[in-house]
């Protein structure tokens, strides 16, 4: 499973973007989808991940209320919509999927997330 993230950059506060997660490959290993953010210096942080199969979500309590996670199974793309954007948003941002062989709860566990996107940077201004 390859995951493909695309989106992001520079965004004023108030602001909104969307990030999309697209996965690539012959088999569907995979289970639970979600965005990990990470700042220098800090661990990285579960944000938001979605269940490919009932739709369960999680949302970190920071974003809750701003974020949303969406999926489209067809295309095997995740997206996070983020609105009212603040300067603490700023982060790069990581796309990962759960395999099916792992627990699926908790949904948004960073020990659990066996494949990783590249990192895709979202900066939110002031």
């Known amino acids: 499973v390859q995951l493909q993230a695309s989106g992001g950059g520079s965004v004023q506060a108030g602001g909104s973007t969307r990030l999309s997660c697209t996965a690539s490959?012959?088999?569907?290993?995979?289970?639970?989808v979600g965005w990990f953010r990470q700042v220098p210096g800090k661990e990285r942080e579960g944000v938001s991940c979605i269940s490919t199969g009932d739709g369960s979500t999680y949302y970190a309590d920071s974003v809750r209320g701003r974020f949303i996670i969406l999926r489209d199974n067809l295309e095997k793309t995740v997206y996070l919509q983020m609105d009212r954007l603040a300067p603490e948003d700023t982060a790069v941002y990581y796309c990962?999927?759960?395999?099916?062989?792992?627990?699926?709860?908790?949904?948004?566990?960073?020990?659990?997330?066996?494949?990783w996107g590249e990192g895709t940077q979202v900066t939110v201004s002031s």
């Open positions: 990962a999927a759960k395999p099916l062989r792992r627990q699926r709860f908790p949904l948004c566990n960073l020990q659990d997330m066996g494949y």
């Open positions: 490959g012959d088999t569907v290993d995979y289970d639970v």
